[in-house]
Each structure stands twice: as structure tokens, then as C-alpha cells.
């Protein structure tokens, strides 16, 4: 199996990280076409690749590849920053990594719109607070339904929970298969690509690093 290995720090320009947040802390700002447009445009597609439109099986896939389009992109519909709004301080003096491994998810290559296909590996050191362990896996899934490349979505989750729960650091690492590299183009299938994003103290702390990649090793094991 190849691995390609990227790291991907935050910006460390003042005025590129609050452009940067402001991006990806509202929900997108979308001109939806009405649904008459959105199963006119199926039609083409399925017409351009030669296909029979009025045939019985490709009568409903219109309406069907809308809805979904609808659920498969409803990131765009919900805002990452809300889901860590609720924190708890009741943690009894615990100060130390939380860390959720294996967070499945499916997203969608912004170059050829296939799909992408993952696990996402979040961890942060807390400074006073806690957010529920849901409101995690809940950010990964709303970045990854939404047109990605597997770079910024793994930077976007760090940043949102770094500038949100303001952990003393987050640590993301996600690992993904791209159909656009196994059905199209090089076709080389099971090539894994891992990117990996530091804040705060996981940045600046290589044995904080250490500890965070020891510990998703030891579990994959």
C-alpha cells in the first residue's frame, strides 16, 4: 500500500488566519439552482455519456441523483463552528490529550467530484474544558460533505476546534483512498494518501507530536 505524508501547520500570518476562519466558521453562502435545473442537468450528464435518457432505469435517476446530491453535500448547510458550542468545565482536573480515532467518513473530490473515501484521527489537549465526543465526529462530517481536497479539510478541522474550544492544541490526521487516482487517470487502487495538522502545543512540541502519532499507532497494530 503507498502512503504520501503532508503537514499542513496553520497559517502564521495574522491576517491570512482570520480570512481563513471567517471561511470556514459561517455556513457557505450558496445560489442554488431550483430542482427543474438540478434534474435538467442530470439529463445532459447521463445524454453525454451516450445513454438512452428515456430508457425505464434512467426515467427516475434525475430526481434520485438530487436528493442524493442534497444529503451527500448537506455540509453546506450546517455550520462546524455550532456543533463545539457546548463545552463542559466539570472535568475534574483533566488536562491531558483526548483523542478520537477512526472517524469514517465519505466526501467528494472538488477536481473530479468522486468520491473520497477516509478515516479522520482528531485529538486536542483541553485548557479548562471538554466538548462531547459526537460534536467531534460531527465537525469531520460537515467539512467532508462539501466539495474537498483532503489538504484543506484537514487543516479546516483543526483550525474550527483550535479557534472554538481554544485547546491548548489540536492534532488532525486523516487518512484517505481518492477514486480519482483509483478509477480514472494513474488508476492505482489501495494508495492511501495521510495529511496532518498541528496547532498550539502539538506544533510546537514534537514530543507532544510523538505521543499523538504513538498512540494511533500502537492502536492500529
Not at 6 to 24: C, D, L, Q, V
Not at 42 to 70: C, F, H, M, N, S
Amino acid at each position: 500500500m503507498d502512503a504520501v505524508i503532508k503537514n499542513f501547520p496553520p497559517h502564521a500570518e495574522k491576517g491570512e488566519k482570520i480570512a481563513e476562519t471567517k471561511s470556514y466558521m459561517d455556513k457557505p453562502a450558496t445560489d442554488r439552482p431550483s430542482q427543474e435545473e438540478v434534474e435538467n442537468a442530470v439529463r445532459t450528464l447521463l445524454r453525454w455519456t451516450g445513454d438512452d435518457i428515456a430508457r425505464e432505469g434512467l426515467i427516475e435517476t434525475p430526481k434520485r441523483v438530487a436528493k442524493a446530491y442534497r444529503e451527500m453535500f448537506s455540509g453546506y448547510d450546517q455550520c462546524p463552528a455550532e456543533e463545539l458550542g457546548r463545552t463542559f468545565e466539570e472535568v475534574q482536573g483533566y488536562n491531558d490529550m483526548v483523542l478520537i480515532k477512526d472517524i469514517s467518513f465519505h466526501s467528494h473530490c472538488e477536481h473530479h467530484m468522486v468520491p473520497i473515501i477516509g478515516k479522520a484521527h482528531v485529538a486536542y489537549l483541553p485548557d479548562g474544558k471538554v466538548v462531547g465526543l459526537s460534536k467531534i465526529a460531527r465537525v469531520v462530517d460537515i467539512f467532508a460533505r462539501r466539495l474537498q481536497t483532503q489538504e484543506a479539510m484537514t487543516a479546516q478541522i483543526a483550525h474550527v476546534i483550535q479557534d472554538v474550544l481554544k485547546p491548548r492544541g489540536v492534532a488532525v490526521l486523516v487518512e484517505a483512498e481518492h477514486m480519482c487516482m483509483a478509477m480514472r487517470g494513474i488508476r492505482k487502487q489501495g494508495s492511501v494518501t495521510l495529511t496532518t495538522t498541528f496547532t498550539g502545543a502539538y506544533r510546537e512540541d514534537l514530543q507532544e507530536q510523538a505521543r499523538f502519532m504513538t498512540m494511533l499507532r500502537d492502536n492500529h497494530r
